[in-house]
């Protein structure tokens, strides 16, 4: 679904993406892990056109992405949940998911006089899929209260279903389990899992390794900038390197 050839990015003469050649599969959850400072969030920045690798490409399919604007990836299907949930807090659950679909006629000022029909019936089709979306992370029965009385957890739910409200087919998820409560994190990874089924791209900055296990097919292991490690969870987290460099044993 995505893969990369010889990404490269500096940053004042610190390479912090040196030569990452990664590819992400339709269907899998596949984890990204390393220490602080590896590159791993710098390389998320690159997938969903924050910032431009200095060498490299990116593909989503057959269409090169790296030299596209943030939102014209978003609109291909790119969509990035960061670790501070960013949900707008004073609106309410239903219109944080409700502002993630996309194409809305309403958008347009002059379609709310000219098209004014089309727009009642399209918002009335929007509304039905933020509740849907709601009700597949269980929030359904909280869609009317404010975005910020929700558990950060809840939060977390709620960004994911923003990207699948804005029709997201691959998910860049910034540490889905970081500040939750431990009872709530199956729950989470449970929801993770039946986006693979339905056939997602998901893949996942993570440094709780209890959770890297139970829900990655794939784990790929970056240090100073470096994929140094690839294989399923169990075979990359009991490498030597691995277990010296990031587990410190």
């Not at 940053?11 to 912090?16: A, I, P, S, T, Y």
């Not at 989470?188 to 893949?203: W, Y």
Request: glycine share 10%; aromatic share 8%.
């Amino acid at each position: 679904m995505i893969r990369t050839e010889g990404l490269v990015k500096s940053f004042g003469g610190l390479r912090v993406i040196d030569d990452v050649t990664v590819t992400f599969y339709r269907g899998k959850i596949t984890g990204l892990i390393g220490p602080n400072g590896a590159g791993k969030t710098t390389l998320f920045n690159i997938l969903n056109g924050f910032i431009k690798p200095d060498e490299g490409v990116i593909y989503l399919g057959d269409i090169r992405i790296d030299c596209l604007a943030p939102f014209q990836v978003a609109q291909l299907g790119v969509g990035r949940m960061f670790q501070d949930t960013r949900i707008f807090a004073q609106m309410s659950v239903l219109d944080n998911v409700l502002v993630a679909i996309k194409g809305q006629s309403g958008e347009t000022p002059f379609n709310l006089f000219a098209k004014y029909p089309k727009i009642q019936q399209e918002e009335k089709e929007n509304r039905q899929t933020a509740i849907r979306w709601l009700e597949f992370v269980g929030l359904s029965d909280k869609m009317q209260i404010r975005a910020e009385n929700l558990s950060y957890g809840q939060q977390k739910l709620l960004a994911l279903a923003r990207l699948l409200a804005g029709n997201s087919s691959v998910l860049l998820l910034d540490e889905p389990t970081a500040g939750v409560d431990p009872g709530f994190i199956p729950v989470l990874l449970d929801f993770l899992k039946r986006l693979k089924e339905d056939g997602k791209t998901i893949i996942l900055i993570e440094h709780n390794m209890t959770a890297v296990l139970a829900a990655c097919d794939w784990v790929y292991f970056m240090d100073e900038g470096k994929i140094t490690a690839f294989g399923l969870p169990e075979e990359v987290l009991s490498d030597p390197t691995v277990r010296n460099a990031y587990l410190g044993l």
